[in-house]
């Protein structure tokens, strides 16, 4: 069976500080892999998706960054964080086609 | 205009309630239907997906689509209060899922 592992769950980092969350897919190849962010009371917000391996596209423009350095390893970085990059970031992937997407269990930045 | 509208709520109804939670979609493109919950502080899990129109039945759960007026819909029969979560609806047509803004349900004992 498939599994996503996004880690750390929890993140506290000042502001001006780098910023590097990893997500893994085991159990599958060539999945789709995506980064969301959720604030506080609203949804999902699309922020990058891949459809393979160095194959980055973004959303939104923003402070952030994303990089698929192999088929199942999706990072989201930033090299300052602003307080505004605090959020519940979630890692998800789904296979190619029209499916539904799975997701991890979330990072919960804090940007002070 | 969003692609996808969810009233965000809340929503509370007592244990054993009929739960009624409605999307609205505006993308003619969308093709694949789901609805996630989430518990607080965790990643969604997927519940239910449908493609196309009609219906899908699982359990005490229910989900509608109706592609001609882009409706989505999920129903929660004889609710139990660890039915109290977010409920994100969620479309897709392709490379990308575009979610609502999720609606909390507190269901009380």
């Known amino acids: 069976s498939q599994t996503i592992h996004q880690w750390p769950a929890t993140l506290v980092q000042p502001v001006g500080s780098p910023l590097s969350l990893e997500c893994t897919v085991e159990?599958?190849?060539?999945?789709?892999l995506y980064w969301y962010r959720q604030a506080a009371g609203r949804g999902l917000q699309l922020l990058f998706y891949s459809v393979g391996i160095g194959q980055i596209s973004s959303e939104v423009p923003q402070n952030l960054s994303a990089s698929r350095p192999q088929d199942r390893q999706f990072i989201l970085s930033s090299k300052k964080l602003l307080l505004s990059d605090s959020g519940f970031y979630l890692c998800a992937w789904k296979r190619s086609g029209i499916t539904e997407a799975f997701f991890g269990q979330g990072t919960r930045l804090t940007v002070v | 205009q969003k692609e996808v509208e969810q009233d965000p709520g809340p929503l509370s109804v007592p244990e054993g309630a009929i739960v009624s939670l409605n999307c609205t979609y505006s993308n003619s493109a969308f093709q694949y239907f789901m609805w996630y919950r989430q518990y607080s502080r965790k990643g969604p899990e997927l519940l239910m997906y449908?493609?196309?129109?009609g219906n899908k039945e699982d359990g005490r759960f229910t989900a509608q689509v109706d592609k001609s007026s882009k409706y989505i819909s999920l129903f929660i029969r004889d609710s139990q209060p660890s039915d109290s979560a977010t409920y994100l609806c969620?479309?897709?047509?392709?490379?990308?899922?575009?979610f609502g803004a999720g609606t909390r349900l507190f269901v009380k004992a």
């Open positions: 449908t493609y196309s129109s």
């Open positions: 969620a479309a897709s047509g392709g490379f990308k899922t575009i």
């Open positions: 159990g599958t190849s060539n999945p789709n």
